[in-house]
């Protein structure tokens, strides 16, 4: 720290230097406590940019999900209108990143009997 000596007439003087010696041993010493903190924040910056980066990964994939399932929602709509209960549809549909094929065949209106096979059956079932 410079003081400025007026001296007796009070114009005027010499620089004089004051040390204080713990704000100088804090200056000398503090070279690691400062590259520590420098270093901490840097941490804590990457971290915070590392989490929104992945919130913005996820809000991402969820707006494509989001627009996938209406899509699909829609495809429903138009072949349940479009298509009668005995005709077989097939469908492509492309997008960036996905191409899907639907194929709509009608459902069965009578039970068929499920024939068993022969595996799993006891003696006395087969005889």
């Known amino acids: 720290m410079c003081i400025r000596d007026r001296g007796r007439s009070g114009g005027k003087g010499a620089l004089v230097m004051v040390f204080d010696d713990k704000k100088r041993t804090d200056f000398v010493t503090g070279f690691h406590k400062r590259k520590v903190k420098r270093r901490k924040q840097a941490e804590k910056e990457m971290a915070l ?5 992945k919130r913005k990964e996820r809000m991402e994939n969820r707006k494509q999900l989001k627009s996938i399932s209406k899509s699909a929602k829609d495809m429903v709509a138009d072949i349940s209108g479009v298509a009668g209960p005995d005709v077989s549809q097939e469908l492509e549909f492309e997008d960036e990143h996905h191409a899907v094929t639907v194929t709509v065949e009608p459902m069965l209106t009578e ?15 087969k005889g």
């Open 49 to 53: 940019k590392a989490k929104q980066e």
């Open 111 to 125: 039970e068929e009997p499920i024939k068993k096979s022969g595996r799993g059956r006891s003696k006395a079932d």
